[in-house]
């Protein structure tokens, strides 16, 4: 069965940063395009960013331009996300979401990424 599961969640100090993994399976991850969302709590979720298929194109929420790197390792079913120079509003859960060339959508459960000040 299709399973995204996310990791690399955790507490930090603004200004720190993390990095965010979303391993998949179950699914053609390379024919994917590949996004990561965020949910703080009382508000929509939200797109942070995207990826391409092959990896060769990225766009990214402007909030978190030049602070966030999105890239993914197709050879491991494998989506990251580099988040540099974190703030308090990054505070979110972060899912990941697949849209395959078949036009399904899959997510995962998510993971808390909590910045204090």
């Known amino acids: 069965q299709v399973q995204l599961v996310e990791s690399g969640g955790g507490l930090v100090q603004s200004g720190g940063s993390l990095r965010l993994s979303c391993a998949a399976s179950g699914f053609t991850f390379s024919s994917s395009v590949m996004s990561w969302y965020r949910q703080a709590p009382g508000k929509e979720r939200e797109l942070v960013a995207f990826i391409s298929s092959a990896g060769g194109s990225t766009n990214y929420a402007d909030s978190v331009k030049g602070r966030f790197t999105i890239s993914r390792d197709n050879a491991k079913n494998t989506m990251y996300l580099q988040m540099n120079s974190l703030k308090p509003e990054d505070t979110a859960v972060y899912y990941c979401?697949?849209?395959?060339?078949?036009?399904?959508?899959?997510w995962g459960q998510g993971t808390q990424v909590t910045v204090s000040s």
């Open positions: 979401k697949a849209q395959t060339w078949k036009r399904s959508t899959y």
